[in-house]
């Protein structure tokens, strides 16, 4: 629809003199013209007359609400179990049991053999993994290296970020000393709580615009003793290593700060929770079996009914009813039976709609979100494909700034320590990136059909588009363990055969 209030201009008023038609082309031109201000931008249209929104910058807009988005989140997270179903289908999905190192040595710019790659890859991966599972990874000595990946995604889905330290600690019995420190986003917060110019929210930076440290809290913000000192973190070290990874997921520059996953449906989560306990709560009162009894006169109705209000401890003007017997009532009495009308029978339509909005907000299809299933084969797929891009998405942010920087640190601190031999490692940084070079293997995508997907599987190895080992480690497997597993068990049958 064009814009029909434009009017002639005095331009348009001359061309008439000379030409009417060209001055009517020219102004129909113009009514038909339609940009933004038509639209989105429009003052006339009476739908945006209260839609005024400002542009304000990101400190403004995320990082000073990041507080209130996550006690709101944390809470939702306890209390509605769709915010947990959210959250926990991100982690699950996305980190599962944990996210192992697979070594992928690159042969070609050290100038070795794939045997002696190999030789040395199974090394790394054994007393990586058997470190990894020791509690001696944690700087609190609570968890494992696999359990840390878990508590730093849910952390930063949660409160909108993590940091993640690579520490040193000296610990009696334990060669190894490097150590992980997981600090939720509640911590990170400005020297005595008062930002400046270069420090906002927790994060300084330098007058060149780059990061320079993190501050922490010594106390949580909800501790008893919490006490408004705080201690700087260097972002990097003298040799421009990182010293702090900050995991979030940044929506704009200059962003210093994380958004909790569920920020954009906090309210149609809350208004969710009330609704659904408000007819959870009318569906159990309606499962009583309730009776009015009316009377016109001014006399007790339930003398009739055979109640001793004695034996009960109900108010005084409710009573208990007996067992089935028939009652006579006075004149003027008649029986009311309550019917609150519940379970309603629109609710899972209506909740469904909800769930579905709330959904397309956090990137989790509603089947996948409270993992029912019930349409046919191509859209149930369809669904776990698009959750999954979302939930590979959040693996990788653990996987950048959380496991191969550890990874790095620990192998780099193995070979110092002369627990492991990597010639030329701390040569140059190209050698040592070469000897640190490896992917996670988590958990695999869900499979509705698995005969099919075997099938594609079987199909892309032969075609030269994929390999095995490709294929193994997309279902969360080592392709080495496999092999070996195999061999083993085809020597044990080939034995058992020659036997018999």
């Not at 003199?17 to 013209?33: N, V």
């Not at 040595?105 to 030789?119: H, M, N, Q, W």
């Not at 930063?156 to 190894?176: E, I, N, Q």
């Not at 003298?238 to 700060?257: A, K, S, Y």
Request: charge should be positive.
């Amino acid at each position: 629809m064009g814009n029909s209030d434009v009017k002639p201009s005095i331009v348009d008023k001359a061309i008439y003199l000379f030409s009417p038609k060209a001055a009517k082309d020219r102004l129909k031109a113009k009514q038909e013209y339609k940009n933004y201000v038509d639209s989105g931008a429009s003052i006339t249209d009476s739908a945006l007359w209260d839609f005024w929104p400002i542009s304000r910058s990101p400190t403004e807009e995320i990082d000073d609400n990041r507080a209130t988005l996550g006690a709101r989140t944390r809470r939702l997270y306890m209390s509605s179990p769709i915010a947990r179903a959210a959250i926990n289908k991100y982690h699950v999905n996305g980190i599962g049991t944990g996210l192992k190192a697979k070594p992928n040595i690159d042969i070609d710019v050290l100038g070795i053999t794939k045997e002696e790659s190999a030789k040395l890859e199974r090394e790394i991966k054994r007393k990586f993994d058997l470190y990894a599972k020791s509690t001696n990874c944690d700087y609190s000595r609570m968890f494992n290296f696999y359990t840390l990946q878990t508590l730093t995604l849910i952390t930063s889905l949660v409160a909108g970020d993590a940091l993640v330290v690579p520490c040193y600690k000296k610990r009696k019995g334990v060669k190894t000393r490097l150590c992980l420190r997981v600090i939720e986003g509640d911590l990170i917060t400005s020297p005595y709580a008062v930002d400046t110019d270069l420090i906002r929210n927790g994060v300084e930076f330098n007058t060149n615009g780059e990061l320079e440290a993190y501050y922490v809290a010594k106390r949580h913000p909800g501790d008893m003793y919490y006490t408004t000192e705080t201690i700087r973190l260097k972002a990097f070290g003298d040799d421009g290593n990182r010293l702090v990874h900050h995991i979030f997921e940044p929506e704009r520059p200059g962003q210093r700060r994380g958004v909790p996953l569920l920020a954009p449906v906090i309210s149609a989560l809350k208004q969710h929770s009330r609704y659904s306990e408000s007819e959870l709560m009318a569906a159990v009162i309606g499962a009583m079996y309730t009776v009015f009894v009316t009377t016109e006169a001014n006399t007790d109705p339930l003398k009739n009914l055979g109640v001793d209000k004695k034996d009960n401890n109900l108010p005084d003007k409710t009573v208990g009813m007996k067992k089935g017997g028939i009652v006579k009532l006075n004149p003027g009495e008649k029986v009311e039976i309550a019917n609150p009308g519940r379970p309603n029978a629109n609710y899972s339509t209506f909740v469904d709609a909800i769930i579905t909005e709330i959904g397309a907000g956090i990137g989790v299809p509603r089947e996948v979100l409270l993992t029912s299933f019930g349409s046919n084969y191509s859209a149930s797929k369809a669904a776990l494909d698009e959750a999954w891009k979302g939930f590979l998405k959040k693996r990788s942010l653990i996987e950048m700034y959380m496991c191969q920087p550890f990874y790095e640190e620990w192998l780099t601190e193995q070979v110092s320590l002369g627990e492991i031999h990597l010639p030329g490692y701390m040569d140059n940084d190209r050698k040592r990136l070469a000897y640190s070079r490896a992917y996670w293997v988590g958990p695999s995508k869900s499979s509705l059909d698995p005969y099919k997907e075997v099938r594609a599987a079987s199909e892309r190895v032969k075609m030269g588009i994929s390999n095995r080992e490709i294929e193994a480690g997309s279902i969360g497997n080592d392709f080495e363990e496999v092999s070996k597993q195999l061999l083993l068990e085809n020597q044990q049958l080939k034995g058992v055969s020659n036997e018999e």
